[in-house]
């Protein structure tokens, strides 16, 4: 492993020249920097924050600021990696994946400089920036997603079964015509969904009705825009799942404004990340997945890998974990008249 005084003597230039370059301070040349930050990648070159196991883990996510309007997830998850990285005594950061990183540093380089020795990855949909730091073999575990990239680590939950149990559940109260009301963002969350909705149907012997298939942002507003999507149907639904807490939580809202009874007139099944299916009137049937847990043992692992040695390689560490199905107050039986939303508005409930 090379030295700042090595990468001088072999560029020509100070050390001084070289330590600004390796920590983004101003006052050296865009080629000069260049130079450096290659010389120091082809070297090996760690900064003095990357020679030893250090207790600093990074959090990452895209530029994308994470929305609150998106449910608890985010919450229940930073809950369980700081339970985690605090139980093995190390501290997280935050850090923003393309705010701060100079367009000449590979990642490497740019996370030793914030001083971290491995992080945990948010994808929000898009694995794309997680393979790429995968492919520079930093210590990287990708956290609630999955990537087909051989050298991407994760832990994910994965709500495929729960999902086809829940739509099987409605089958056996009588529901034939179910809608899916997705998040717009497909990640292998809403997938799984997807796929568990799918197949419940299809072992049914009930063809599907893309109609009934529906998306928009994952939040309150979209819950309700997909309900009045599906009900203002010629033939709607007499059950819908929803695959985010958010929407759900709308849909429930706007049926509690407009006087539609959940689930007298009305089933809906939705997905809860933490305890958001008891604070609903009436609280919802819902496919559960621990966010909290899940945080936890993403902590417990990279806590462990960041202790690794530089040239110990890593074993691939990939866990799914299932997600269950719990039936609370908002599924009955199949309603013989459904009810729709007409075109004005108005909550249309034949006798």
Known sequence: MSSVRQIAKELGISVA?????????????EETRRRVLEAADRSGYRPSTGKKPTNVIGLVYPEEPVKSDLGDFEAALLSGILRGVYEKRHDLTFISAGRD?????????????KGVRAIIMRSLGDTSLVEKIASEDFPTLLVADRSDDARVNYIDSVSRDSSRHAIEHLLGLGHTRIGLAMHNIIDTDHQDREAGYREALENAGIEIDPALIVRAEANTGGGEIMLTRLLEL????????????MSTIGALHKCLRVGIKVPRD????????????????????????????????????????????????????????????????TTSFANPNPVRIDSDGTIVKDS
């Open 17 to 29: 020249t070289v330590s600004r370059a390796i920590n983004q301070h101003a006052g050296v040349s």
């Open 101 to 113: 990183k100079h367009a000449d540093e590979t990642f490497t380089q740019f996370f030793h400089r």
């Open 234 to 245: 010629d033939s709607p639904p007499t059950a819908i799942f929803f695959t985010n807490p």
């Open 266 to 329: 009305l089933s809906i099944v939705g997905v809860d990340d933490s305890v958001t299916r008891f604070q609903t009137f009436p609280r919802y049937t819902a496919v559960c997945q621990d966010a909290v847990s899940l945080g936890i043992e993403a902590a417990r692992w990279i806590t462990r890998a960041a202790q690794t040695e530089d040239d110990v390689p890593m074993e691939i560490f990939r866990e799914t974990r299932p997600t269950t199905f719990e039936v609370l107050e």
